[in-house]
């Protein structure tokens, strides 16, 4: 029985850290797709596990206190620049 691209994507998870970008390539899925996996995943985990985010981090200023650190932004509140790093994800 083939799994789930949630399945896929926590299995990448336990793995290593990943990002939505590098998720999609590895389960095959859109990037923006990711984000909705992502929420229903960290509900789904086991209560020895959990989900850790490293959030996004603004290359220009280092600004990483973005509300929600699940959803990629598309701008610095600090410094109003593009270049975002995105959140990477982890289970442990």
């Known amino acids: 029985m083939e799994s789930t691209t949630r ?3 926590a299995e990448v998870l336990r793995e290593g850290p ?4 590098e998720l999609s ?6 990037r923006s ?7 229903h995943v960290s ?7 959990e989900m850790l985010v490293s959030p996004p981090t603004c290359r220009d200023c ?3 206190g973005f509300d929600d650190p699940i959803n990629e932004p ?10 975002i790093d995105e959140p990477a994800f982890l289970i442990d």
């Open 7 to 9: 399945e896929r994507i």
């Open 18 to 21: 990943a990002t939505a970008s």
């Open 25 to 30: 390539t590895q389960v095959g899925t859109a």
């Open 33 to 39: 797709a990711v984000y909705d996996h992502l929420h």
């Open 43 to 49: 509900q789904s985990i086991g209560d020895d596990e």
């Open 62 to 64: 280092g600004f990483d």
């Open 74 to 83: 598309s701008n610095c509140p600090e410094c109003r620049s593009e270049n």
